[in-house]
């Protein structure tokens, strides 16, 4: 079978990226992210009720830019917050679509990336994908338990940047990722971190227990989350605004723009100066944290994503847990030619993709 163009779609809380990648993933035809209304966006009740909007929208854009939809071969979309979904690839059946839109999973707009593949491939009788969801971890059991019965931790990270840059740097290196022990750690308005052994992520530093970043509060004391959860001024959709959204720098600052930030503490402003360095430290300890399950034996740390475009960061973050291993900066990240890498393996049957 002849492969064509693959369409890939990353949704973020208030942008849709989108690409269409071609001739066998060589060329992208083109990208484009879609900026959509914040106030638009806060009118949904959940995540899954903006399918039909934001499908409207890349569909909309795809003819603008006089893309012909009979060129594809398949759609692939960001993987979203489903408990029991494996690292690697999944075709989109309905099962999966819907479990993707149920109100039972953390709400995080990764979980439309499936949900817009299905619906843009599946009237076209193309396949959707899904590629490296942000829960598809493989915790070791050791991991799981978090000190409460019943609750086991799941991880949520940023997983498909995280292999993509694993796999970068090794080839840099001349090395295979699943041969290597890796710490990676993805920093943009969200920061997790994993722990890679045999390829696989065997531990985060997760969406809800990591560092705090731009928006996020990262883990915070128990007791001083429980006090916030029943003082009677915060409801449950303030606490998941402080979980993700107004929580971390923008919680302290009023911005989640690490320029702003730094632009601050040049002019002398030594709050920002406190705030900047405690994101830098919980995130190194989170490295020294993942480090312990990789027993010490850490080939490489990988700083990653939009923030570590930032020296002064990177920097601070080298002086707190340099002395665990060699830190490679990999700024900026490779989502979308993930995705789209994942597709075509799956097309041409070099990676059976699983079943939901
Ligand atoms: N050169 C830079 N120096 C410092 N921070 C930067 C730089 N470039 C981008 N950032 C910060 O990176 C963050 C966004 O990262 P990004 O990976 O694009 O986020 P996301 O994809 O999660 O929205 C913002 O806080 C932005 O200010
Ligand atoms: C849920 C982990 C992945 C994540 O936080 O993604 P974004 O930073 O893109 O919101």
Known sequence: MEIKDILVINPGSTTTKIAVYTNQNKDVLFEETIVHDENKILSFPNVASQREYRREMILQMLQEDGYDLSNLSAVVGRGGMVYDLAGGGYKVNKKLCDKLASSTIPQHASSLGGILAYMIAEPLNLPAYIYDSTMGCDLLDVVKLTGIAGAEKYGA????????????????????????????????????????????????????????????????????????????????????????????????LGTKDCLEVEKRIESGDEYAKLVYEAMALQVAKSVAGLSCVLKGKVDVIILTGGIARSKMLTDMIAEYCGHIGKIEVMAGEGEMEALAGGALRMLQGEEIAKEY
């Open 157 to 252: 990270t940023h997983l498909l940047n995280s292999r993509a840059q694993a796999i970068k740097y090794a080839a840099s290196v001349g090395r295979d990722y699943r041969d290597m022990q890796l710490i990676v750690c993805h920093m943009g308005g969200g920061i997790t971190a994993n722990a890679w052994r045999d390829g696989k992520v065997i531990d985060t530093a997760a969406y809800d227990d990591g560092p705090m970043a731009p928006e996020r509060s990262g883990g915070v004391p128990l007791l001083l989350f429980k006090k916030l959860c029943f003082d009677g001024r915060h409801t449950e959709k303030d606490m998941e605004d402080l979980i993700s959204g107004k929580g971390g720098l923008y919680s302290y």
